[in-house]
């Protein structure tokens, strides 16, 4: 069965930094596309960024460009999320999400697999 563990969250200033990570298993991690989504308290799911199989095509959301990045390492079946210059409007419950795709998508639904999700809480 496919799981997805994600780790690193926590409560920080604005301005700080942090970094995600998702580690999955029970799937062929290599073949599988990525991705970050959030939740804040009383909003819809959004995305936050993708990435293909291979790593070599992300894609951001227009709030988090030139502050997140997203990477992988396919040798330890891992996604990272890494978070700069973050504010009070990146708090949120951060998910990660695997695709059975070599391609990335932007839209939750096209995600097949979920991680229980990781809370970062940004003070101002």
């Known amino acids: 069965q496919v799981q997805l563990v994600e780790s690193g969250g926590g409560l920080v200033q604005a301005g700080d930094s942090l970094r995600l990570s998702c580690v999955a298993s029970g799937l062929t991690f290599s073949s599988s596309s990525m991705g970050w989504f959030r939740q804040a308290s009383g909003k819809e799911r959004e995305f936050v960024a993708a990435i293909n199989w291979g790593g070599a095509n992300t894609y951001y959301a227009d709030s988090v460009k030139g502050r997140f990045t997203i990477s992988r390492d396919n040798g330890k079946k891992t996604v990272y999320l890494q978070m700069n210059s973050l504010k009070p409007e990146d708090t949120a419950v951060y998910y990660c999400?695997?695709?059975?795709?070599?391609?990335?998508?932007?839209?939750?639904?096209?995600?097949?697999?979920w991680g229980q999700g990781t809370q970062v809480t940004v003070s101002a």
């Open positions: 999400a695997a695709r059975a795709s070599l391609y990335t998508a932007t839209t939750s639904k096209s995600y097949h697999y």
